[in-house]
């Protein structure tokens, strides 16, 4: 998203937290706790809402339930509050207390461990969008579309995104037990994986130069420091003839900055072409363009993307092959295309909403459809075990005829 208030969800469980913020409204700590009187029952209240209904349950609640003593007034409120939220029916709209809050700004700063995954839901199952290299999520075989059942003993069954989150992750060392159903060769199986929390570092690029002179470039995320990454590594592989024909690996991708998205687009776009356009709540669009720069424009390239490939990636692979015809190969990617914006409200609370989706420049929503491969190719747990790449190879084929 833009770096001012928009943000890019990417979610990534174990610390990869959702980027973002709008101006911080400071608010007096509320007294936790106990049953009290309300007050500001009518601040903020749109016309011609008729709330009659809460207040009668309310008011039943307090009058009748058995053990009044030890109702929590103000936990009452925040659980009204969230229920409203749920009922809106998007994992990545949520209301976070303060400690949810405080550990979003910590995701932002980076400053968090975790196992080094980002999850997202999926057909209403908490699922692995992609597993970081060399994390230890990674490490103990995780792997993007593995659902993820049981978190230390408790279904997952029903469970935001930012509760996963929190359940997940924890102080470096310590440990997390996850229950996962993999689907392999048609046959769907639990498993039980342990895994021990470390800092997590977001890896960004990494390049080699292949066969007949081809450059592979794997865009790992698209934080703060991809656009200079990027430029390092073009640099070296056309110091070892490897810069005429690139494939471009967006797979197990998750996202980032919207602008960075923007930016890498760039390289292969005139100024001007639609890299992704937003849609607004009241139907409004707004078409976000290359810049100038036009660097790869004459250079060979194919993108590998798979089903852990989401948000800024998906963005990066809709604009190229939308503007350019670039071949996708590999797997139909994650489809999260939507843009969140947090409020900071009072009491130290705040509110992730989802305000826009993302189109590609043909005007296809990546939310609902994701981004389909041109040319189908898999790489099965077997492949990855054996250290084979059927992706890859397939890539080569096709970058060699351009």
């Keep these: ?57 309310w008011n039943l609640v307090n009058e009748r339930y058995v053990d009044r003593q030890e109702l929590d007034t103000q936990a009452m409120v925040f659980g009204a509050i969230k229920g409203m939220v749920e009922a809106v029916g998007d994992p990545f709209t949520v209301f976070l207390e303060a400690d949810e809050s405080k550990r979003l700004q910590e995701d932002i700063s980076g400053e968090f461990a975790g196992v080094g995954m980002e999850i997202g839901i999926r057909d209403e199952v908490l699922t692995v969008i992609s597993p970081l290299e060399d ?45 996962i159903l993999r689907k392999t060769n048609g046959t769907e199986e639990e498993r039980e994986l342990e895994i021990t929390r470390d800092k997590i570092k977001v890896p960004t690029v990494k390049w080699e130069k292949l066969e007949d002179g081809i450059g592979h470039i794997r865009f790992l995320s698209f934080n703060q420091i991809a656009k200079s990454e990027f430029d390092r590594a073009l640099r070296e592989l056309e110091k070892q003839g490897a810069g005429e024909r690139l494939i471009f690996d967006l797979r197990n991708n998750p996202g980032g900055l919207l602008d960075l998205a923007i930016d890498i687009s760039s390289y292969f776009l005139d100024p ?13 669009r707004e078409e976000l363009k290359a810049k100038s720069n036009g660097q ?29 015809g670039i071949k996708l190969i590999g797997e139909k990617t994650f489809g999260k295309g ?42 099965t747990e077997e492949d990855i075990k054996e250290g084979r790449d059927p992706q890859l190879e397939r890539a080569i084929e096709e970058v060699k005829k351009l």
């Design 272 to 284: 001007g072409q639609v890299v992704v356009i937003e849609q607004f709540a009241d139907g409004s």
């Design 135 to 179: 994390t230890p999520a990674d490490r103990a075989g995780i792997i993007a579309g593995d659902k993820i059942l049981v978190i230390d003993g408790e279904s997952t069954a029903g469970i935001k995104i930012d509760e996963a989150v929190s359940k997940i992750r924890g102080r470096r060392g310590t440990k997390v037990l996850l229950t």
């Design 296 to 324: 790869l424009k004459d250079v060979k390239v194919v993108i590998l993307i798979n089903k852990g490939s989401a948000s800024a990636s998906e963005i990066v692979a809709g604009a190229l092959h939308d503007n350019l």
């Design 338 to 379: 939507s843009v969140q914006q947090v409020e900071d409200l009072r009491f130290g609370t705040a509110l992730k909403i989802t305000v826009a989706k993302w189109l590609t420049p043909k005007g296809r929503s990546i939310s609902d459809e994701g981004i389909e491969p041109d040319i189908e190719a898999s790489r």
């Design 1 to 57: 998203m833009r770096n001012k208030t928009l943000i890019l969800v990417i979610l990534v469980s174990l610390g990869l937290g959702f980027l973002g913020g709008m101006q911080y409204q400071n608010g007096q700590e509320p007294e936790l706790g106990g049953l009290r009187d309300i007050s500001n029952t009518d601040v903020g209240q749109p016309p011609a809402v008729d709330f009659s209904l809460f207040w009668d349950a």
